[in-house]
Nanobody, 125 residues
Framework: QVQLVESGGGLVQAGGSLRLSCAAS????????MGWFRQAPGKEREFVAA????????KYADSVKGRFTISRDNAKNTGYLQMNSLKPEDTAVYHC??????????????????WGQGTQVTVSS
């Protein structure tokens, strides 16, 4: 069983930055694609960013492109989401997820097998 634990969320003013981390248990992280999704109050969960298992390719939602950067360190079984120039509309619970044995990145929730509980990000105006 794989467990994912997110950290790094918090309260930040608009224009500020946060770095989220996603720590994975077990030995499957390096063989998995990784993604970040978010869910704002009253809204459905949406794709934010994804990275292939070798860090060769990444994909971003249009709303975060140029502001967020996804990365991973397979040796540490950890993924990251660097968030800059934050906006109030970025306020949400952010979840990381991994797709076991998947090579390429994916924007589809159904391609991910394990999910973290999430970390709250609140951006004040």
């Amino acid at each position: 069983q794989v467990q994912l634990v997110e950290s790094g969320g918090g309260l930040v003013q608009a224009g500020g930055s946060l770095r989220l981390s996603c720590a994975a248990s077990g030995r499957t992280f390096s063989f998995s694609t990784m993604g970040w999704f978010r869910q704002a109050p009253g809204k459905e969960r949406e794709f934010v960013a994804a990275i292939s298992r070798s860090s060769g390719t990444t994909k971003y939602a249009d709303s975060v492109k140029g502001r967020f950067t996804i990365s991973r360190d397979n040796a540490k079984n950890t993924g990251y989401l660097q968030m800059n120039s934050l906006k109030p509309e970025d306020t949400a619970v952010y979840h990381c997820a991994i797709g076991i044995l998947r090579i390429g990145e994916s924007v589809y929730e159904s391609d991910y097998d394990y999910w973290g509980q999430g970390t709250q990000v609140t951006v004040s105006s």
